[in-house]
């Protein structure tokens, strides 16, 4: 599974940004996706994910500004973001749990995006 994120780039802060992560490659069925982003010298942190039973977890401190969504026809997660702040200023990642194997032959795994920039100007 690859998974490519895009939709970054230079936001004025206040505004907005959709950030868009496909889904190629060979799977059984995809378990979660999420976002995390991580901004230089800190650890990466959870924006936002779903599980397998889609249940839709959020940071505290961005589920006001921050909304994930999904099209599964287009095996696409998106983050919409309003309202971005200088702090909101990282590398931007999808992940995604996945079975992967034939069926009843299944084997979990887990893979990360190389992530899209998002800087956020004051």
């Known amino acids: 599974v690859q998974l490519q994120a895009c939709g970054g780039g230079l936001v004025q802060s206040g505004g907005s940004r959709r950030l868009s992560c496909v889904v190629t490659?060979?799977?059984?069925?995809?378990?979660?996706m999420g976002w995390y982003r991580q901004a230089r010298g800190k650890q990466r942190e959870l924006i936002a994910k779903?599980?397998?039973?889609?249940?839709?977890t959020y940071s505290d401190s961005l589920k006001s500004r921050f909304t994930i969504s999904r099209d599964n026809a287009k095996n696409t997660l998106y983050l919409q973001m309003n309202n971005l702040k200088s702090e909101d200023t990282a590398m931007y990642y999808c992940?995604?749990?996945?079975?992967?194997?034939?069926?009843?032959?299944?084997?979990?795994?887990?893979?990360w995006g190389l992530g899209t920039q998002v800087t956020v100007s004051s």
């Open positions: 490659g060979t799977y059984f069925t995809i378990k979660g």
């Open positions: 992940n995604a749990d996945y079975d992967y194997g034939l069926k009843g032959l299944e084997v979990p795994r887990n893979s």
């Open positions: 779903f599980d397998s039973g889609d249940k839709f």
